[in-house]
């Protein structure tokens, strides 16, 4: 079983910054690519970032330039820094990983989700 735990979610204004978090743990042998999704309620989950384990990043167009994603692979974790947020940006971020787990088995977790409220 692998658990997915993110943090650093919380209000912050417009124009500001914020970095997300997310630690893998469990029965995990490796974790290929890991990402960041976010869902603004009444909407469709949409793709923010994701980041390989070798380091290759891909954003959503509507991020890129403000949005760097990384990941220490020692610690199985990932980053989401967040530049210049806009109101419309307030969502409920998830975090994602293509972990192989010691089973060999490949399935992709999700966490719980973190909110980032941007205020006007």
């Known amino acids: 079983q692998v658990q997915l735990v993110e943090s650093g979610g919380g209000l912050v204004q417009a124009g500001g910054s914020l970095r997300l978090s997310c630690a893998a743990s469990g029965s995990i042998l490796s974790i290929n690519t890991m990402g960041w999704d976010r869902q603004v309620p009444g909407k469709q989950r949409e793709l923010v970032a994701t980041v390989t384990s070798g380091g290759k990043t ?6 890129k330039g403000r949005c ?3 990941r220490d692979n020692a610690k199985n974790t990932v980053y989401l820094e967040m530049n210049s947020l806009k109101p419309e940006e307030t ?4 975090c994602n990983a293509d972990v192989v787990s010691i089973s060999r088995a490949l399935r992709t977790s999700w966490g719980q989700g973190a909110q980032v409220t941007v205020s006007s």
Do not use: F, G, I, R
């Open 91 to 94: 969502a409920v971020y998830y």
């Open 68 to 70: 760097t994603a990384s």
């Open 58 to 63: 891909n954003y959503a167009d509507s991020v």
